[in-house]
């Protein structure tokens, strides 16, 4: 079972529809990252959060440390917001020390 | 400033060769970290460096290796390809590489092992 699990899979939605994409987690964390992966594979760090809540632009994301889940979502959502979105975490335990990764979300806006 | 840089962009490669990928950090960044994207296995940790020192690692085989120098660029190679290791390598540099330091991610090499 993977440690960090994204819903939606797959997302379509039209333009200006507000976008709301879930992670859950396993495992104790020291920070959560929301991640854009556009195709052509480069990745664009959106979000690393503790806790609480946090605003760029037209995305929010939240987490609950209590409940282990997060929330990334988008406001009048736009087609060139259509990207892969992944939540990946840090765990605060020990082992390996780098980023795991959930599935990803395919989001696609259509005009 | 220059973000983090990766080398090649593609990569052909046979099986049983070895191939050498290359990451350049942001400036004043001495962490580096390394992951694996495939279809299958979506986005999977390598290995980190911090220091030229590797502090953490991923469940791969010793065939997937690396290095970081003084200058905080890292190299992560890998031998005796196989098919398998088809994939987008991306590395990210931080800070310090921290739980609760941002990562920057390169725009990856893709190796293509035929």
């Known amino acids: 079972k993977n440690e960090v699990e994204q819903s939606p899979q797959n997302l379509t939605a039209q333009e200006g529809e507000f976008i709301t994409i879930n992670c859950s987690y396993s495992?104790?964390?020291?920070?959560l990252h929301w991640l854009q992966q556009h195709p052509g594979g480069g990745i664009v760090s959106l979000f690393m959060l503790s806790s609480g809540k946090k605003k760029h632009g037209r995305l929010i994301a939240t987490i609950n440390i209590q409940e282990k889940h997060s929330s990334l979502h988008i406001t009048a959502s736009h087609p060139r917001d259509s990207a892969v979105y992944i939540c990946?975490?840090?765990?605060?335990?020990?082992?390996?020390?780098?980023?795991?990764f959930g599935k990803g979300t395919h989001l696609i806006i259509q005009p | 400033k220059a973000g983090v840089t990766q080398t090649p962009r593609y990569l052909i490669k046979t099986r049983g060769q070895q191939v050498t990928l290359s990451c350049s950090p942001i400036s004043g960044h001495r962490s580096v970290s390394w992951y694996q994207q495939t279809p299958g296995q979506g986005l999977q940790f390598l290995f980190e460096y911090f220091s030229e020192t590797q502090r953490n690692k991923g469940n791969f085989p010793g065939r997937f290796s690396g290095r970081q120098f003084s200058n905080s660029r890292s190299e992560m190679n890998v031998s005796t390809l196989e098919l398998g290791d088809s994939a987008l390598y991306l590395c990210?540099?931080?800070?310090?590489?921290?739980?609760?330091?941002?990562?920057?991610f390169g725009q990856g090499t893709r190796l293509t092992v035929v």
């Open positions: 495992v104790g964390i020291s920070a």
């Open positions: 990210a540099s931080s800070l310090v590489g921290r739980g609760d330091t941002e990562a920057f």
């Open positions: 990946a975490v840090r765990s605060s335990g020990g082992g390996a020390d780098g980023l795991t």
